[in-house]
C-alpha cells in the first residue's frame, strides 16, 4: 500500500533580522528555541527552530533570516498562512499579549466553526491562532513567558493560494492521502487521517491571481511527517510516478528529507518523524548552542564568523 503523510512536520519560512525574529518567537509567542543551527546549503545564514518544550514533531516554525532579501509578493503557488493550535478559551489571552507587545493583529473569524485570530509576525508573515481541544502531542516549555494553559499547541493548518486547484488536489487527495472535508468562502479543505489538528491544509483557488514570489514575510516550504524513511521513500516513487520531480532523500541529521514542488508551484518536503532535536544536545540546552552537522563542524569557525551575532532575549525573572 502507498504510505500518506501523517500532518505538518515543520513550516520553514523567510524573515529579516535574526535577533527581530528570535525576539518576537520567543518573548511574545513564547515558544521555545530548539535549535540553533544554520541553513545546511547557504552557511552564513542561520536556521532558527521554534517549537513546543522539546521540539515536538508538528510544532515547529524554522525560519531562514535573510534580511537582504527584500519581501515577499503575495501571490499563487505560495503558503500564505501557517495557523497555530492553542487550547480553546485562550483567544482572549492572546488578544491582550499582542495589544500590549504590538503585535498586528485582526478580527476573530470563524472559519469552517472554528475560532482563528489572524495576526503578522514583525516581517509581515501571515499566522492565525485557532481554539482548539483536539488530542495532540505536546510538551510545555517550562521557561516560556507563556503560562502553559495558553502556549501554542503546534502547527494546526497551512493555507495556500493556487492558480488551478485541480492538479494539486491530485497530488493531495491520489498521492498524500488527504481527503477533502469542506469548502467555505472559496477554502477547500483537506485532511489527513480525519483532519484533526496539525493535518489540514486549506487552497484558495485564484486563477486571476499572479505567481507569488519568496521574500521576507514569506513561507519558504511546508514538510510533512513520515514515520521513517522507508515510508519517505515509498512515498517518494509515488510522487514520482505522478510526474513530479522529487530530490533524492537528503540526510538534515534530526532527520531525513525529500523535496518537491507541488504542482502549483509550492515548495513540500517529506521528513522522517525521527531521530529528532534530541541527538546532539541534551533537552535542557536544547538550542543554546550554534549546533552544525557532523560533516560541516570541521569548517565551525569559518562558519561562526560570518553569522551575525545572536543574544537570547531576557524573559521575566
Ligand atoms: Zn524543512
Redesign the pocket.
Known amino acids: 500500500m502507498t504510505p500518506s503523510v501523517h500532518g505538518i512536520h515543520?513550516v520553514?519560512a523567510i524573515a529579516g533580522d535574526a535577533q527581530e525574529n528570535l525576539n518576537f518567537y520567543v518573548r511574545v509567542m513564547g515558544m521555545r528555541l530548539v535549535k540553533k543551527s544554520i541553513n545546511q546549503d547557504v552557511p552564513d545564514t542561520y536556521h532558527l527552530f521554534y517549537a513546543d518544550g522539546v521540539g515536538t514533531p508538528g510544532t515547529d516554525l524554522t525560519f531562514f533570516p535573510w534580511p537582504e532579501m527584500g519581501p515577499a509578493k503575495l501571490g499563487t503557488g505560495l503558503t500564505v498562512e501557517v495557523l497555530f493550535a492553542i487550547p480553546k478559551g485562550s483567544l482572549s489571552y492572546w488578544q491582550e499579549r499582542f495589544e500590549k507587545e504590538g503585535v498586528v493583529f485582526g478580527k476573530i473569524e470563524t472559519r469552517f466553526d472554528e475560532k482563528t485570530l489572524p495576526f503578522k509576525d514583525p516581517h509581515g508573515l501571515p499566522l492565525a491562532l485557532v481554539e482548539m481541544d483536539d488530542e495532540r502531542k505536546f510538551v510545555p516549555w517550562k521557561g516560556s513567558p507563556v503560562p502553559t494553559e495558553y502556549q501554542l499547541r503546534g502547527l494546526n493548518a497551512v493555507r495556500l493560494w493556487e492558480r488551478d486547484l485541480k492538479p494539486t488536489e491530485k497530488l493531495l487527495t491520489e498521492v498524500m492521502g488527504f481527503e477533502h472535508l469542506g469548502t467555505e468562502e472559496g477554502w477547500h479543505r483537506y485532511g489527513i487521517e480525519g483532519g484533526t489538528s496539525g493535518k489540514i491544509i486549506e487552497i484558495k483557488e485564484l486563477p486571476e491571481e499572479q505567481r507569488g514570489r519568496w521574500g521576507t514575510g514569506s513561507v519558504h516550504?511546508v514538510?510533512w511527517r513520515m514515520k521513517d524513511s522507508d515510508e519517505e521513500i515509498a512515498l517518494r516513487n509515488s510522487i514520482i510516478e505522478a510526474g513530479l520531480k522529487p530530490t533524492q532523500q537528503i540526510d538534515r541529521f534530526w532527520f531525513k528529507?525529500v523535496y518537491f514542488r507541488e504542482p502549483g508551484g509550492a515548495l513540500f518536503?517529506l521528513?522522517t518523524d525521527g531521530p529528532g532535536f534530541s541527538l546532539d544536545e541534551e533537552t535542557e540546552h536544547l538550542g543554546e548552542q550554534l549546533v552544525l552537522p557532523p560533516w560541516l563542524e570541521p569548517r565551525r569557525k569559518e562558519i561562526e564568523a560570518a553569522l551575525p551575532s545572536l543574544e537570547m532575549p531576557r524573559l521575566r525573572a
Request: aromatic letters at 0%; hydrophobic letters at 30%.
Open positions: 515543520h520553514t516550504h514538510a528529507s518536503e521528513a
